[in-house]
């Protein structure tokens, strides 16, 4: 469902991404593991559309997308959940799912009637709480929820647009070791009609998630392979594991 062929991105000369390729089937849980300044947050931009690949060629269901801006993607069905936070601070859980759900079944217009009356808002909302794990805590403000139920939301707004494809950077990223299995878990009950290509860098989470791991380092694909191969890849090992013994943790 996601072909990437011998893309390379230059910045002022340096190479951040190399001659990369990369195939993901449709439902896959893919992870991209590597350490800090591989290049995954980079490849992320250059797969959503928000930043334009120097070299190479992006193929999503079928179709080439290289040309597509940004917004084209996301209607194709492609959806980002971003490192940096995007949520309304003073909106309740409910209403930023809300606003969400309303711009994704084309209803934030102001000729219609207000969203919090819309059965298939309401339904759209109810089902992505439940999707991502937070029915209790809808009405919780965002400013006073923890960091952990934030990043939840985040999933949760990328899902509104019911995507094909939904690219994660680093979801668990500053999450607590009980959060962190608690993203396990939501992680893992998220349906297989969507293809999940996840940057982590939280070994146990990518083994645990993962069918397949493409490994980062400098911009090219060191390795590939199931979560047992990648474990007991040397090349990965002495390279991201190497890394952290060193004591210099990708964050
Ligand atoms: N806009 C940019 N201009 C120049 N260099 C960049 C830019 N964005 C990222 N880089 C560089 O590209 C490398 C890879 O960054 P990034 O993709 O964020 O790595 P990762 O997400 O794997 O940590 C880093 O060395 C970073 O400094
Ligand atoms: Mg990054």
């Known amino acids: 469902m996601l072909e990437v062929k011998n893309l390379s991105k230059d910045f002022g000369g340096l190479q951040i991404i190399r001659d990369l390729s990369l195939k993901v089937e449709a439902g896959e849980r893919r992870v991209i593991l590597g350490p800090n300044g591989a290049g995954k947050t980079t490849l992320f ?10 070299q190479g060629e992006i193929r999503f269901d079928g179709a080439a997308i290289g040309a597509l801006n940004a917004v084209r993607r996301a209607r194709l069905g492609m959806a980002r959940s971003y490192q940096k936070n995007n949520l309304f601070e003073s909106l309740t859980i409910r209403e930023n799912l809300m606003l969400a759900a309303s711009a994704a079944l084309g209803k934030s217009g102001k000729l219609f009637r207000d969203p919090r009356h819309d ?8 089902e992505i709480a439940e999707q991502i794990a937070l029915t209790e ?7 006073t929820a923890p960091y ?14 019911k995507p094909k494809l939904l690219l994660m950077d680093e979801p668990t990223s500053g999450v607590g070791p009980s959060m962190i299995d608690h993203f396990h878990r939501l992680l893992n009950q998220l349906p297989r009609s ?5 940057i982590e860098h939280d070994m146990d989470l990518a083994f645990d998630v993962a069918d397949r791991i493409s490994v980062l380092n400098f ?10 191969e990648t474990k007991g890849n040397a090349m990965v090992r002495s390279i991201y594991l190497g890394e952290r013994e060193g004591g210099e943790h990708n964050a």
């Open 148 to 161: 952990g139920i934030r990043r939840q939301l985040e999933v949760g707004i990328a899902l509104a647009t």
């Open 119 to 126: 059965a298939a808002v309401k339904a759209r909302i109810d």
């Open 194 to 198: 969507i293809t999940l290509l996840i």
């Open 137 to 143: 805590t809808l009405d919780a403000q965002v400013s």
């Open 219 to 228: 911009g090219e694909k060191l390795f590939e392979g199931t979560p047992t």
């Open 45 to 54: 931009h250059l797969l959503a559309g928000t930043l334009a690949p120097s």
